[in-house]
Every structure is written in structure tokens, then in C-alpha cells.
């Protein structure tokens, strides 16, 4: 199958088709990186994203508000972005926002500590990040940041149902048309949600994929914060995956 469209142009048409999605209270704010970000995001699909097949789809749920929410990148930790990606670009502000979620793009001096995870594997397992990219790509089903009054995210599982009826559809047309670009052999979730959004958004798919899931590396979990990468590293193994 040939397809239609490359992740620049999926990720401009998922932006696009999120826009005047409507939330109501306590929601306050909804950031979009693909929008504000764009600069740094579109430097990481054109340095890492364009080439494939891929082995690998790992996808994550929706933006931190101190990675992607800062820099544009999935799992966006600003060091390991900047010195191990070597990417760095200009990054403006959402049109609205939130006192307590400012946006500082790469003069943000909070890591995000589920990035540090992941793409601290990503270069301690391979090195340069080209000899990651070869056979791993990373996504983020969902590219909006959520906040409530108080500046929590509010990740898409826990929004209304009448929200996600606005938002899954888009996210799961993202990830079809991601997945048909690069034609990945396994496309696994990170965290339980992250799959169960894999398999939804596949489910009548014609593309032969293997789906599973890894350990998500957010520090709110005790699993996770008794060694992620290891736990990952046998996760993946056990669904086929060759390191």
C-alpha cells in the first residue's frame, strides 16, 4: 500500500482537524504543539520520521507539560532533545495561556522525567540517534495538552465522552495514516491506554502489525520508577522485538 500522505503532512492534517474541538469546565486551556511548537516538531520528522519501513511504532498518549508541551517532541525531555538529537528551534506560545503552565520552549528548566527515561534508553541501548531511528520511531496519539483550572493535565481517558467522541477519531485517523507510511512490523503502546488506543484505532486495519504495549515511564508509577528500561527491554523482547 502506498501512502497518501508523510508524517509532515499527517501531523499538519491532524492538527487541522483537531482545531474548535470544544471543552467545557473544568478544562480552561488546551495547548497544541503541532501549532505553537511546529518549528522543533517539523525539524524532528524531517531529521528522524521520513524514512522506513520502521520495526518499531512506539506511541504514547497525549504531551507533558514540561516535554512535548515545551519543545514539540514526544517524551520531549529539553537535554536529551537538544545535546542527543540536536535539535533546536524557536517555539512560540498557544493562544491562551494558563498561569501556571507557561511555555518557555528550550529556556524551560524542568526535565521531563518520562523522557529522560525513554530517550535515556533510546541512547544508552544505541548510541546516535540515527541507529535508534532506523528501527524506532516515537508518536504521541494524542498531540493536545489538556489542562484544568489548576494546571493538571487531563489526559484523554479522563476526558467527557462527548469530548473524546471530538478527539479519538482524529488521533486514530493520525495513527492509521502514520502507520501506513512507515509500515512498522510492531506498534506498541506506552501504557495500558496508549494500547488500547493502538488496537481501536487499528482494529479494521489491513496493516499486518504486531500490537503490544511497555511499561509507562512516568515517575507516578512504582513499576517504573524500580527500573523502566530494563522492564521495557524484556517487554519488547517478549513481543518479538530483537535489540
Given at each position: 500500500?502506498?501512502?497518501?500522505?508523510?508524517?509532515?503532512e499527517?501531523?499538519q492534517?491532524?492538527?487541522?482537524?483537531?482545531?474548535?474541538?470544544?471543552?467545557?469546565?473544568?478544562?480552561?486551556h488546551?495547548?497544541?504543539?503541532?501549532?505553537?511548537?511546529?518549528k522543533?516538531?517539523?525539524?524532528?520528522?524531517?531529521?528522524?520520521?521520513?524514512?522506513r519501513?520502521r520495526?518499531?511504532?512506539?506511541?504514547?498518549?497525549?504531551?507533558?507539560?514540561?516535554?512535548?508541551?515545551?519543545?514539540?517532541?514526544p517524551f520531549?525531555a529539553?537535554?536529551?532533545?537538544r545535546?542527543?538529537?540536536?535539535?533546536?528551534?524557536s517555539?512560540?506560545?498557544?493562544?491562551?495561556?494558563?498561569?501556571?503552565?507557561?511555555?518557555?520552549g528550550?529556556?524551560?528548566?524542568r526535565?521531563?522525567?518520562?523522557?529522560?527515561?525513554l530517550?535515556?534508553?533510546?541512547?544508552?541501548?544505541y548510541?546516535?540517534?540515527d541507529?535508534?531511528?532506523?528501527r524506532?520511531?516515537?508518536?504521541?496519539?494524542?498531540p493536545?495538552?489538556?489542562?484544568?483550572?489548576d494546571?493538571?493535565n487531563?489526559?484523554?481517558?479522563?476526558?467527557?465522552?462527548?469530548?473524546?467522541?471530538?478527539v479519538?477519531?482524529?488521533?486514530?485517523?493520525?495513527l492509521?495514516?502514520?502507520?501506513?507510511?512507515l509500515?512498522?512490523?510492531?506498534?506498541?503502546?506506552?501504557?495500558?491506554?496508549?494500547?488500547?488506543?493502538?488496537?481501536?484505532?487499528?482494529?479494521?486495519?489491513?496493516a499486518?502489525?504486531?500490537?503490544?504495549?511497555?511499561?509507562?515511564?512516568?515517575?507516578?508509577?512504582?513499576?517504573?520508577?524500580?527500573?523502566?528500561?530494563?522492564?521495557?527491554?524484556?517487554?519488547l523482547?517478549?513481543?518479538?522485538?530483537?535489540l
Open positions: 500500500m502506498v501512502a497518501e500522505m508523510d508524517p509532515i499527517i501531523s492534517k491532524l492538527s487541522d482537524e483537531l482545531r474548535g474541538a470544544e471543552f467545557d469546565a473544568p478544562i480552561s488546551v495547548y497544541d504543539p503541532l501549532q505553537y511548537a511546529w522543533p516538531y517539523e525539524a524532528y520528522l524531517s531529521k528522524y520520521g521520513m524514512s519501513p520495526q518499531v511504532l512506539l506511541v504514547g498518549m497525549n504531551p507533558g507539560p514540561w516535554g512535548m508541551g515545551q519543545v514539540g517532541v520531549g529539553i537535554s536529551m532533545v545535546d542527543w538529537m540536536g535539535i533546536e528551534a517555539v512560540g506560545e498557544p493562544d491562551e495561556l494558563h498561569p501556571k503552565r507557561p511555555v518557555h528550550f529556556d524551560c528548566d526535565e521531563e522525567v518520562s523522557g529522560t527515561r530517550w535515556g534508553w533510546a541512547r544508552d541501548r548510541g546516535e540517534p541507529a535508534f531511528f532506523e524506532f520511531f516515537v508518536h504521541n496519539y494524542c493536545l495538552l489538556v489542562l484544568d483550572e494546571g493538571k487531563r489526559t484523554p481517558p479522563k476526558l467527557r465522552k462527548a469530548e473524546r467522541a471530538q479519538l477519531p482524529p488521533c486514530d485517523r493520525g492509521r495514516r502514520l502507520v501506513d507510511y509500515e512498522p512490523q510492531f506498534v506498541v503502546g506506552v501504557g495500558n491506554y496508549a494500547e488500547r488506543r493502538v488496537r481501536a484505532a487499528l482494529k479494521d486495519s489491513s499486518d502489525v504486531v500490537i503490544g504495549r511497555v511499561l509507562h515511564p512516568s515517575p507516578a508509577s512504582p513499576k517504573a520508577n524500580r527500573g523502566w528500561a530494563p522492564q521495557a527491554e524484556a517487554e523482547q517478549e513481543l518479538g522485538v530483537e
